[in-house]
């Protein structure tokens, strides 16, 4: 059932798989038109939605230019809670921190709430070759594990996925049919999952904000299912990205206000959780170790830079359900972990430029994205400095001589004015008719999918 995509290739190799599935390409288009109108729908309820999103604004940029403080004050409180901190250097770090602390407690088995950041470190990977069992408990991620596959959609992992996909899919672990109901199919996985909730030794979750003063971490989920990770087994390890911070209480209601609403049109999800340390004497529930690990993998040299408003992401997904692009390719043709136009941006910066930069051309650069983002991050122009970095760094040599050649060609206004009367001429050489396959590469690929429209055979300055 899974589509098979190469992500040793290049984003043209897995963008071709996804359009050649129609149904994947129905399910997304579904999706993401609900999901907008649900948010358009929800930011109705605030007085001011435009005012709301500037104050979102300023409050990550505020926090990440006092970052370092709010990660100790954080770190001090939770560690006076009773919890464990451990900031991880990279993804490396903090797959071997958590597969460590499974090992000494004699951990074979770990129930795992939905956590972008334990995608970004192959936790279930390392886990595994551990000999440890790693299950994934939201039911999107749920259905994208069993299907051998990487979450599409950073809000909903299984957006790629019809009713009648995910039937098959179940069928086939039950060992029988089971009926095309998503009531069915969410009670067959309940079932198989409920054993695994109260039999698992660690559980791990992720965070959608910490909040540095009394060192607690908060998690928004729309299934129970965080907090049985988080409750039940007796150890409990949440994983972080450094950014994903906010200073008090009353920054938090913002965030959680904008988050809900821009993801999936709710005031508030259905579970908001509040996590403060292991469980305390005299609390019935909750972890008897509790460890938190805060990731940079990156992020904290993107401080102070051109790029630094890419930390301000609260993780919503509004960016990928407005982007023409995603609409069409979906998420697997981006990266096995983040997509959309915030993937565009983040794997670039925490990867490298060479090695995914190319994922900044995956956009129309039409704004869509920028006008969603709750927090205002201007992520159009991002793509652009990234596409500008590619040139510099990533572009081959044929590209390098054809971007200084158009340079060359336009940089003064007389050199501007010869290029624009040439192409007049061939506009009426041609009778300006559109042409259907343009013979020379790389424009050859560019008429592959679309028609280019002809030249005109006059030019614009010259027009009365």
Same mark, same amino acid.
Do not use: L, N
């Given at each position: 059932m899974s589509e098979v995509y190469d992500y040793a290739g290049g984003f043209g190799e897995r963008a071709a798989v996804s359009l050649a599935n129609p149904g994947l390409r129905r399910s997304i288009a579904t999706a993401t038109d609900l999901q907008t109108g649900n948010r358009l729908a929800g930011l109705t309820s605030l007085k001011d939605p435009e005012a709301m999103r500037a104050l979102g604004a300023q409050i990550r940029a505020s926090v990440m230019s006092r970052l370092d403080e709010h990660l100790e004050r954080l770190a001090e409180n939770w560690t006076v809670a009773g919890g464990q901190v451990f900031f991880a250097a #990279? #993804?490396?770090? $903090?797959? @071997?921190?958590v597969c460590s602390v499974a090992e000494r407690a004699g951990v074979r088995t770990v129930v795992k709430s939905k956590s972008m950041a334990s995608e970004e470190i192959a936790l279930n990977t390392a886990l595994n070759g551990a000999g440890i069992e790693a299950i994934e408990t939201d039911l999107g991620?749920? !259905? *994208?594990?069993? #299907? =051998? =596959?990487?979450? @599409?959609? !950073? *809000? $909903?992992? $299984? !957006?790629?996925?019809s009713k009648e996909d995910v039937a098959e899919l179940f069928s086939a672990i039950a060992g029988e049919p089971l009926p095309v109901d998503t009531v069915a199919l969410m009670k067959f996985a309940r079932g198989v999952l409920r054993d695994k909730f109260l039999n698992a030794e660690m559980g791990v979750s992720g965070v959608n904000f910490a909040v540095a003063d009394p060192g607690v971490i908060c998690m928004v989920t729309n299934e129970g299912n965080g907090r049985m990770c988080t409750s039940l087994p007796p150890v409990h390890v949440a994983i972080m990205g450094m950014e994903r911070l906010v200073a008090d209480w009353d920054q938090l209601a913002v965030m959680l206000a904008l988050l809900a609403r821009s993801a999936t049109g709710q005031k508030l999800t259905q579970y908001t959780s509040l996590l403060h340390g292991p469980r305390h004497p005299g609390e019935a529930d909750g972890p008897e170790e509790s460890h938190l690990v805060i990731l940079d993998n990156g992020r904290s040299k993107l401080l102070g830079t051109r790029y630094q408003e890419a930390l301000h992401c609260i993780r919503c997904g509004a960016c990928l359900n407005v982007c023409p692009v995603f609409r069409q390719v979906g998420g697997h043709a981006y990266d096995p972990v983040y997509s959309g136009p915030i993937g565009a941006v983040l794997n670039p910066l925490i990867k490298g430029t060479k090695e995914a930069g190319e994922l900044a051309h995956a956009s129309t650069l039409c704004g869509a994205c920028t006008e969603a983002c709750p927090v205002k991050i201007p992520l159009h122009d991002l793509l652009l400095r990234l596409r500008q970095d590619y040139a510099r760094e990533a572009a081959g040599r044929a590209e390098h001589l054809a971007y200084s050649g158009w340079s060359h060609a336009w940089a003064t206004p007389a050199r501007f004015r010869a290029f624009g009367r040439l192409g007049a001429l061939l506009g009426r050489l041609t009778g300006g008719r559109p042409v259907h396959r343009l013979p020379v590469p790389p424009l050859s690929r560019w008429t592959r999918g679309r028609t280019f429209p002809g030249w005109p055979s006059s030019i614009y300055r010259d027009r009365k």
């Open positions: #990279d #993804d490396k770090e $903090a797959s @071997s921190y991620e749920y !259905i *994208v594990q069993q #299907d =051998g =596959g990487h979450p @599409s959609h !950073i *809000v $909903a992992p $299984a !957006i790629h996925k």
